[in-house]
Each structure stands twice: as C-alpha cells, then as structure tokens.
C-alpha cells in the first residue's frame, strides 16, 4: 500500500508515522511547511523535502531578520507555488491513500488537488483545536466544511471532534479515536517511576499562546505559596510569556520553583518520574498528550475539560479532578487545594488510572489498531 502523509515535521506526526514502517506500506511524507532536512528517525519514508525554495541564495536568513517586507517580495518569485508542487508529486507517487495531520495546516492547502482528483481516498486527523475552537470563526468554519465535505475518513484523538465533524456535515466514514502521537511503551516507562512515597514534584504544563492558560495556575499558586513549600514545583515547556510572568510575580526567587522552556519528550517522561501531581490548562485542545504520559507515568492529573473532552477519561474526584473554567483563579486555587488535602485520592486515581486507562495506551496495542485501520482503507467494502 502506497501512504502519502502530509504534515508540517512534528515529533507527534512522527511518533505516528514511526507505527507503519516495518509494515509492508511505502510510505511518502511531504513536508507541507518544507523545512529543508530529512529526518533520520523516519528512515524507512520516503521525504519529500527542499522543494520549496528555487534558490537558497547566500545570506537569505540574514535578509528574513532584518528586513521581513524586502523578504517576503522576494519570496514571492522564490517560492514555489504549494498546490502546483504537491499536485506533481501526487502524479508521480499515485498512492492509495493520502492522509493529512491537521486541518489548517495538511488539509486546506491541497484542498483544491484533492478535489481535482475526487476519486483518490483522503484521511484527515484532527488535532488539537482543529475542530473544537475554529468552528466559531466563520471563515474557519467555512473551510472545515470544504475539508469535511471531500474527506473519505476521520481520525480524531476524542468522541468530542467526531461529534463536531458530524455537526458539520461529514458523512463518511470514521476510523476511530487513537492517541495524536500513538501509544507509549509501558513496560520502559513502568520501570522509571518512584515509589508514591518518594514523590514531591507537582508538573505543570507552561504553555500560554492563544488557547494555553499556564499562567492562570501559576496565578493560582501564587495563593498557595506557604501551603506549597514542601513540594517542588516545576513548569516545563514554558513560552516566553510564562517565563516572563513568572519573573514578574517573583516565583522565580522561590526556593522550591522552576521553569523550564520547550524539552524533549523523555525529559518530560523524567519529570514525570517524581511528579504526584500534574496540571494541565487549555481554553481550547484536543485530547492532551501531556496529560496522556502523565496518565501512563502514574501522576495523578488536573486538568481542563474544553468542550468536555477530558471527561472522556478523567472522572471527577475519582482518577482526575477537572477544570470547567480555565480562567478562574478562584476556582483553579480551591482545586489544587482540595487536591493537596487529598492525599488519598490521588494515591486511588493513580491506582485506577493504571489499572483502567494506562492499558489502552500501549504502543503495541494502539500500534495494531493503526495498521488495521489503513487496512481497511485499502479494503474498503469492509465499511459496506
């Protein structure tokens, strides 16, 4: 079976991808933002990068920093147009299946191909806000319905964005819920975490941005200083606009406070070891990934509930506690109170989670269930 992927390089696009090599498919990725380099971790695919500049001329990086409208002219004749280029390679490939990660991103810029071409199969994956936030834009909601109308089958990473989809107008067929980024490898993980006893650390998610609220739990924390002083608070993956406030309101002269910027994905996993707490908020957001390994990594999580995606896994009080409100510091505060007074609780979920979640995230497991999903792609009378 011939794949063509089309994503933007992402390390969760990556993790997926990494599912189907080994399997018997050849595998093609176009890189629709092109970033010029193949990735060695995705060896066995097919790259189809570089393709979008017709001349990488000497000091171009230099000329981008320091005058964007002079480079932004230039580029207009130096950039290749993306729908003449990817409609080449569609010519020249002819898979079975093309497959988009995201919306905005894979999706509406071969849009006008994919419709030249109706009788090609088409997946798009929905991630993170593709659905759930942009649907109240009508400009956006315009292009989700194009997108729905022509794409054979839907992934998605919760119940929540199928239900959207259908809201407006897909009909086609649904391939199912599976992890952004794949399932994790248990058995490696289970051996890294500590003793229940032996962990202090309560891990935040410190991303802001446009649906990111980070700094509304560090708001919150603020209230909590004395109470917290005997665990130790780390904030990783923080943007600028954490890091900045964190300096600001003083919590960076905290004894037992840091914050770390963007890391890698193990160390994340090695946060994860000692962490008996992780608090994850959003306005906007898929299924979190983050909130995903903190599950497998045996953390009790708090975290929001966007459209009441979370609560698709997390049970209120029971294995979780959840956020309706991402913005109310009142609120958020009583919560990680509630959850510190708590110490049973957490110790219970954490128990449930790993009895009743973790086992559905096994890479092995979710790795199966991928393969088995484009095989009935391949097959599709098995949706008759």
């Not at 004395?226 to 003083?250: C, H, M, N």
Request: charged content about 25%; overall charge positive; aromatic content about 12%.
């Amino acid at each position: 079976m011939k794949i063509l992927m089309v994503s933007m390089p992402n390390l969760h696009f990556f993790r997926w991808t990494e599912q189907l090599q080994g399997a018997g498919h050849e595998i093609f990725w176009f890189d629709i933002n092109d970033s010029r380099k193949k990735v060695e971790r995705l060896d066995g695919v097919k790259q189809i990068v570089g393709w979008k500049l017709r001349w990488d001329f000497p000091g171009r990086t230099f000329v981008k920093q320091k005058s964007p409208t002079f480079y932004r002219l230039i580029q207009k004749i130096n950039e290749r147009n993306t729908v003449k280029v990817f409609e080449k390679k569609l010519l020249e490939i002819k898979p079975d299946v093309v497959h988009s990660f995201a919306l905005y991103i894979s999706c509406t810029p071969i849009l006008r191909v994919m419709n030249k071409y109706p009788k090609m199969k088409w997946i798009f994956s929905s991630w993170g806000s593709d659905l759930y936030d942009l649907q109240n834009y009508p400009n956006h909601l315009n292009d989700i319905k194009k997108v729905l109308k022509k794409v054979d089958y839907l992934i998605a990473d919760c119940n929540r964005d199928y239900q959207i989809a259908k809201k407006h107008g897909y009909e086609n067929h649904f391939l199912g819920v599976f992890p952004g980024g794949g399932g994790y490898d248990l058995d490696k993980m289970k051996f890294k975490i500590a003793p229940f006893e032996n962990k202090k650390t309560i891990l935040i998610k410190g991303f802001q941005g446009r649906w990111g609220r980070a700094i509304s739990i560090l708001k919150a924390l603020e209230n909590l200083q004395i109470i917290l002083s005997p665990y130790t608070i780390v904030v990783f993956g923080a943007d600028e606009e954490v890091i900045q406030f964190a300096k600001r309101s003083k919590m960076e002269t905290w004894q037992n406070f840091s914050v770390i910027g963007k890391i890698k994905q193990e160390e994340v996993f090695s946060l994860m070891e000692n962490s008996f707490l992780y608090i994850g908020n959003s306005i906007s957001d898929g299924m979190p990934n983050a909130l995903l390994e903190a599950i497998c990594m045996g953390v009790f999580p708090i975290q929001s509930n966007p459209g009441k995606v979370t609560e698709e896994l997390i049970i209120d009080g029971l294995n979780g506690l959840l956020l309706n409100d991402p913005e109310n510091i009142e609120n958020i505060t009583s919560t990680i109170l509630y959850a510190i007074n708590n110490i049973e609780m957490i110790k219970k979920g954490i128990e449930y989670n790993t009895l009743n979640l973790t086992p559905n995230f096994d890479y092995f497991k979710i790795k199966e269930k991928v393969i088995n999903s484009y095989l009935k792609v391949l097959n599709y009378n098995e949706f008759e």
